[in-house]
């Protein structure tokens, strides 16, 4: 189809405003916007029909256009078929709503989505079906583009494709703005001195953090966590409500941590994006359960590669037995190295993991006899080798165990991690 032709086709039946009938040709010629399309192949038009040619059009496209050689009644339009005038009359209010919503949060880089009507969408398909698509661009990527320009100019920030620190999305329905605001993620390392601390924050499964009888009100299980203080003033500095943690593996709750383990910890919807690392670490260091170091952003990527990474761990256990001990039954923990053990679940993580059987090794094990009923034990592990269950035997779901071997049932375990072989 010739773009007279097209053009034609386009104005024949309703009005199309400048923008609407310039994105029918916005593939051709480059450094003009398609408002300048439009205003420049309606008036190529109007010198049609003031020379004397006969197009079958509707005459409202024409208003305010002087001819000199016809006489038309022309009729104010009253909208564009399209866009329902949103580009004369919607599009500056809607940017000036966003730029009051993002005064409070700082940016630096923004992407701008857009969800047009229903109406709109089927407008624009039905004028394609008349003019051809091949030089045509959608309403939704001009809506974008448009906003786009006048948030650069009001705000000073940079419109971005990859990354952006916030997605503006507008609704053209409900005429709604949505702000989605990229999350901040901090590495670092932390070591956990204390026992009976879970890395994350446990709610409780009876309330869902709500609060309860069973919680005592508080809407979690444990006081506190890995997660909630080194969380704090990282969400305080960032005026953020919530945090994701993930870490290069977990020691259980009464398992301290004496060897520094890799986490990132996810900052969500931060209000504020600059942060001091050096001095929220010495904040959060002021604590005498864990100490982190070397805190630093960093992507998303980090979080799967931390959390994908299959590192050995190097325990010590400080283990109390019912009956005494015989120097000469220690040998026969040389057995443990180097072959597999077979691990079923162990019971105490039953409720919350699939029941299957795991082979994992033990790669080095030595023993220091420290009491009557006492063994201090090193062992290096494969990752996920549960290393209370490989001393205790889990009631025979873990085999060999230390408890078997020896003959002796263990009564407690102190156990620490001390060595993380990790590459971070």
């Known amino acids: 189809m010739k773009i007279v032709e097209s053009v034609v086709a386009a104005i024949k039946d309703g009005y199309l405003c400048n923008h609407c009938l310039g994105r029918v040709f916005s593939n051709l010629l480059s450094g003009y916007t398609n408002e300048e399309r439009g205003k420049i192949l309606r008036s190529f038009l109007a010198f049609l029909l003031d020379s004397g040619e006969k197009l079958e059009v509707d005459f409202s496209n024409f208003y305010g256009i002087k001819f000199r ?32 919503k993002l005064k409070k949060i700082d940016f630096q880089t923004f992407l701008i989505g857009s969800v047009p009507t229903e109406e709109m969408v089927k407008s624009e398909e039905e004028l394609w079906s008349n003019t051809g698509i091949e030089f045509v661009e959608s309403i939704k990527s001009e809506i974008n583009r448009e906003l786009g320009k006048r948030l650069e100019k009001a705000t000073g920030k940079s419109f971005s494709l990859e990354n952006p620190d916030i997605t503006i999305v507008f609704d053209l329905k409900s005429r709604a703005i949505k702000l989605q605001i990229r999350s901040l993620f901090v590495f670092g390392k932390y070591k956990k001195l204390k026992r009976g601390i879970p890395q994350c924050k446990w709610s409780c499964p009876k309330c869902k953090g709500k609060g309860c009888t069973y919680c005592k009100g508080k809407g979690k299980l444990y006081p506190t966590s890995v997660q909630e203080i080194i969380e704090k003033p990282l969400l305080k500095a960032a005026k953020s409500k919530k945090s994701r943690f993930s870490g290069g593996g977990r020691e259980d709750i009464n398992v301290r941590c004496l060897d520094w383990r890799p986490f990132v910890i996810e900052i969500l919807k931060p209000l504020k994006r600059k942060l001091n690392l050096k001095a929220l670490e010495k904040e959060i260091n002021k604590s005498n359960k864990i100490k982190v170091k070397g805190l630093k952003f960093t992507t998303k990527d980090v979080v799967r590669a931390i959390k994908s990474e299959r590192a050995d761990k190097t325990y010590l256990a400080d283990v109390l ?9 220690l040998e026969k923990l040389k057995e443990l190295k180097g072959q597999p053990i077979l691990q079923k679940t162990p019971t105490r993580v039953l409720h919350r993991r699939t029941d299957k059987v795991r082979k994992r090794l033990v790669k080095d094990i030595k023993w220091k006899l420290i009491g009557p009923r006492r ?42 991690v001390i060595k993380i072989h990790t590459k971070w």
Do not use: H, Q
């Not at 037995?321 to 039954?329: Q, S, T």
């Not at 080798?385 to 085999?399: A, F, H, M, P, S």
């Open 321 to 329: 037995f019912y009956k005494r001990l015989n120097r000469k039954d």
């Open 69 to 100: 050689n016809i006489k038309l009644e022309v009729e104010k339009p009253k909208e564009c078929k399209v866009c329902k005038n949103f580009f004369d009359k919607e599009i500056d209010i809607l940017a000036k709503r966003a730029i009051e």
């Open 375 to 416: 063994l201090e034990l090193k062992i290096r592990g494969e990752s996920g080798l549960y290393v209370k269950e490989l001393i205790t035997g889990d009631n025979g779901r873990t085999k060999p165990s230390v408890s078997e071997l020896l003959n002796n049932k263990v009564k407690k375990i102190n156990l620490d």
